[in-house]
């Protein structure tokens, strides 16, 4: 069992910045591969970054490539995304995950999830 936590979320100019990060409970935080997802209102949740259990393989969505930074921290079981440029499209409920599987697999990824932080772009 692994329980996320998130934080970091508020409201921005578009052009701002603003670093998410989710702490995660257990001994086995290294396991995972962990990501981020977004969900705006009326739409579904998308995938946003992934990153495998070392930090040395990250993903991205196409929208926020060039803008947003995954990271992790194993010996703080943390996993950060750094978001810069924002836009107001950006704004959603920014969610992370953790899974056992591939970084790789942005589609059907997570097992474990966070409550979700509220990030607001305002333009």
Do not use: H
């Amino acid at each position: 069992q692994v329980q996320l936590v998130e934080s970091g979320g508020g409201l921005v100019q578009a052009g701002g910045s603003l670093r998410l990060s989710c702490a995660a409970s257990g001994r086995t935080f290294s396991r995972y591969a962990m990501g981020w997802f977004r969900q705006a209102p009326g739409k579904e949740r998308e995938f946003v970054s992934t990153i495998n259990w070392n930090g040395f393989s990250t993903y991205y969505a196409d929208s926020v490539k060039g803008r947003f930074t995954i990271a992790r921290d194993n010996a703080k079981n943390t996993v950060y995304l750094q978001m810069n440029s924002l836009k107001p499209e950006d704004t959603a409920v920014y969610y992370c995950a953790a899974d056992p599987g591939s970084a790789t697999m942005t589609d059907r990824f997570g097992v474990y999830w966070g409550q979700g932080a509220q990030v607001t772009v305002s333009s």
